[in-house]
């Protein structure tokens, strides 16, 4: 090496240029943002990098390289997320919902429902509406029933694997968006509950003006009922021959029924009660039919019998000759084939001259009937109303139904009340006559049978 004095003009110069242009051992950070790794040891904590590689015997630039296989993703934790649940992928989907299709087309009904879709074409809006036809099932199938239903049918000697219940309800939902369970609540109907499910996640213009078109027929429901109920009430006497009542079950009881529940009782099973009321707008009462769950159900039969018994001994003792009768939408129990025929029977009997069954909401409650376990309330109605009427057929699309004794057997079905009627006439033709008024009442008065009570 040579010093800076004896160099000789401008080599000194030079050498700074140089000296400043080479890298020195010094490290440098490069550009990005830094990594930092924390050291753990188990039963300790954090520690510095020197104290970790000396615990788990490796050098520091092991820990380096690792370091850098980390950054490159060659070393990263297992996949855990959006992974397929490995039970739900043994279930045979194909099968699953060919089966629930069978099956709703078994128990369900098929109702024509309004959709509207939407194109953009060279910036025009389209709209295009067309009519899909949905299969509802009766509000009695809940989630749980189906499953129950599905897994009496696969040990019939099937070999497929069973899906779990939640899993089931999310798989059949998804394949199957046409098929849906028939909402039980009054006062909101299926195209309600398809149109609120459709505006869950958004709200347009367009969805919010249908269903508040869709609603206008409740309104002028409701309109209705008050006008029917201002015509029972008249003092002019013109009302004086129509009864006016509104039915329905109430929510399930169980006794004994206290609001602190102790906690032995979460080991048994509480007796349920139905309470079955009929509100009477005339006189402002109602009659309440109280019976336990080993008594009977809540079917049509029971439905049948209870307003057979009111009818027997309010409304005609009272001299009304017309019934408007209003209930919920519930087509296990009220909205169906057989109390409508049983209604049409007490017109051809001669019982009442005309019934308008229309469907709303349900009252209060009042007086009460306690019937009781072993005896003959309850009788058995669908078979022989079934012997002496047809099926109506498209029942769930109307909500009036008027029965008239000059159309015997006939029954005048309207979507509304200013629609214009459908007439069907459901009396059945045996031996080339149709069903008579005779033959209804020697049947409903001599053969009626006691419903078997429940085990």
């Given amino acids: 090496m040579l010093s800076l004095s004896d160099d000789q003009g401008g080599e000194a110069h030079l050498y700074l240029h140089v000296l400043m242009q080479t890298d020195t051992t010094e490290r440098r950070r490069g550009s990005g943002e830094r990594d ?16 970790f590689a000396r615990c788990v015997g490796v050098s520091p630039l092991t820990l380096q390289r690792y370091k850098k296989h980390v950054r490159d993703g060659s070393i990263s934790v297992k996949a855990h997320g959006n992974m397929l649940n490995k039970n739900a992928a043994k279930v045979n989907l194909v099968w699953l919902v ?10 369900g009904e098929v109702v024509p429902v309004k959709v509207r879709m939407q194109k953009t074409k060279d910036g025009v809006v389209k709209r295009y509406y067309t009519r899909e036809m949905y299969t509802l ?6 989630w749980d029933a189906i499953y129950d239903e599905m897994v009496a049918y696969v040990n019939r000697g099937l070999r497929v694997f069973e899906p779990a219940r939640s899993t089931m309800g999310k798989l059949l939902q998804l394949h199957c968006p046409n098929i849906r369970i028939r909402a039980a609540q009054s006062n909101v109907c299926d195209l309600c509950t398809i149109y609120q499910s459709r505006m869950r ?16 027929s409740a309104r002028r429901m409701r309109r209705e009922c008050k006008k029917d109920k201002a015509t ?28 602190a529940t102790p906690s032995q009782w979460y080991f048994c099973s509480l007796l349920a009660v139905n309470v079955f009321g009929i509100y009477y707008e005339n006189d402002g009462t109602q009659t309440n039919y109280l019976y336990d769950e080993t008594t009977s159900g809540k079917g049509s039969d029971q439905i049948n019998s209870m307003l057979h018994h009111f009818i027997r001994t309010v409304v005609v003792p009272s001299g009304k000759k017309k019934l408007v009768l209003y209930a919920d939408n519930c087509s296990g129990q009220n909205k169906n084939n057989n109390v409508v025929r049983f209604l049409l029977a007490q017109v051809q009997m001669g019982t009442l001259d005309h019934v308008d069954y229309k469907f709303f909401d349900s009252a209060a409650s009042n007086t009460t009937v306690h019937i009781s376990r072993g005896n003959d309330f309850f009788k058995s109605y669908k078979p022989l109303v079934a012997e002496l009427y047809k099926k109506l057929s498209g029942i769930q699309q109307y909500q009036f139904f008027s029965m008239n ?19 069907q006439d459901l009396r059945r033709k045996i031996d080339g006559r149709l069903t008579e008024s005779d033959n209804a009442r020697r049947k409903l008065t001599h053969f009626l049978e006691d419903l078997p009570s429940r085990p």
């Fill in 36 to 51: 930092k790794f924390h050291y753990y040891l188990p039963f300790v904590g954090l520690v510095c990098r020197p104290s």
């Fill in 98 to 107: 060919k089966w629930f299709k069978n099956f709703a087309a078994e128990v």
């Fill in 137 to 142: 099932l009766p509000a009695t199938f809940t």
């Fill in 201 to 216: 996640t958004s709200a347009t213009a367009d969805q919010t003006e249908e269903l508040g078109q869709h609603t206008e």
């Fill in 405 to 423: 004794a000059q159309q015997p057997g006939v029954v005048q079905c309207r979507k509304g009340p200013n629609d214009a009627p459908v007439l």
């Fill in 232 to 259: 029972c009430k008249v003092t002019d006497g013109s009302g004086s021959d129509v009864a006016v009542i509104v039915m329905d079950f109430s929510q399930n009881l169980t006794i004994p029924s206290v609001t």
